[in-house]
């Protein structure tokens, strides 16, 4: 089981931005010295919700600064980006980094960002589809010929091909059920999220669905890993931990209900646009506290938690979402060492491991 850290850079009021972007550099370099197996900024745009806009520069400056720690992305939203670009600045960074690079990529769901781009979401599939074959020529060909509906390449050379060969890590992230079997098509490593309110269910059929389309296109269907995202807290009391988790949690639920996407292919299946409506009226963390969306409590209650959701879910990466809403750094770096001293060991040993 590896662990790895989500890091939104959400902004509330209170805060400034250079703030924010110094405590989420300072709780991403903690992870390395804590054990953390990777760490995953997200790209957003526009709004208080997340203002990392770049994810690769984000991590550029992280490699300068760590040895060990693997440099994910969570997600790249592909279709704000020319996929060109996005092969040669990861393939920079993952020589920069020597060789830790971790590719997330995904289609986005905020109907806001794709009008910021001028981009129509209802195509986000088919562009999403091209980008990632073009990267894939990108890193693995010396010339890159593709034409499509969305994009055209005609011979060109693209440098630096990546350290890792033949190409670093690529994960898919997936929402909607269909995006299962795409992500197994695709080739791609697994990336879901019970944070977002994927069931258990709904994840155990997603997965048969994502090793079938491995299976379909030649690959084997075992080969693929699979990575959950939960919103993990711990503390040294469930009290504390309840007290510390409590706004921060219901200030994303109220702000996310105002950028999801409301209709359409990006959120068939996404539960979790409808509690996030109902939490903007009246936000309440109890109703998620026994819930698989988050984990949050004392160490013993955490570890037992993760363990059964590791089972229930089938998955094999673990990434927590510990910083939520502007939390004090000081809280955060608490439950981190919490998840490095005894979290991380308890459901290693729990599996096995």
Not at 19 to 31: D, R, S, T
Not at 51 to 64: E, G
Not at 132 to 151: E, L, M, P
Request: negative net charge; aromatic residues 10%; hydrophobic residues 35%.
């Amino acid at each position: 089981m590896e662990f790895g850290m989500l890091h939104l850079f959400e902004n509330p009021i209170g805060k400034t931005e250079g703030q924010v972007i110094k405590e989420q550099m300072e709780l991403m370099m903690a992870a390395e010295s804590l054990g953390f197996d990777s760490t995953w900024p997200a790209e957003h745009h526009f709004s208080e919700y997340g203002f990392c806009a770049s994810p690769q520069l984000t991590l550029a400056a992280l490699a300068t600064k760590t040895k060990r720690i693997k440099l994910g992305t969570g997600v790249v939203v592909l279709p704000f980006h020319h996929p060109i670009r996005v092969a040669e600045d990861f393939a920079f960074l993952d020589h920069l980094s020597d060789g830790r690079v971790i590719l997330g990529l995904g289609r986005g769901y905020q109907p806001g960002e794709y009008r910021g781009f001028g981009v129509d979401q209802e195509r986000s599939r088919e562009i999403f589809q091209e980008g990632v074959s073009i990267i894939r020529q990108a890193w693995t060909q010396d010339r890159v010929n593709f034409q499509g509906k969305h994009y055209r390449v005609d011979d060109i050379e693209v440098r630096p091909h990546p350290y890792q060969k033949p190409t670093p890590p690529m994960y898919c992230a997936v929402l909607s059920p269909d995006s299962f079997a795409a992500a197994g098509e695709s080739g791609m490593n697994l990336m879901m999220s019970a944070a977002f309110g994927l069931s258990a269910e709904n994840a155990k059929k997603g997965i048969v669905a994502y090793k079938e389309g491995r299976r379909r296109v030649g690959l084997d269907p075992e080969g693929g890993r699979i990575a959950c995202l939960f919103m993990c807290y711990p503390g040294d009391t469930t009290e504390k931990a309840h007290k510390d988790f409590k706004d921060p949690v219901e200030w994303y639920y109220r702000t996310s209900a105002k950028y999801v996407a409301p209709k359409g292919d990006a959120v068939k299946g996404y539960e979790m646009y409808k509690k996030s409506q109902s939490f903007a009226q009246e936000a309440q963390f109890e109703q998620l506290v026994d819930t698989n969306v988050m984990i949050c409590g004392d160490v013993d209650h955490c570890v037992e938690k993760l363990v059964g959701l590791t089972k229930v879910y089938g998955f094999d990466e673990l990434l927590v979402w510990t910083r939520l809403g502007g939390m004090e750094t000081k809280n955060v770096l608490r439950a981190m060492e919490l998840l490095s001293d005894r979290v991380m060991p308890g459901v290693r040993k729990a599996l096995g491991q």
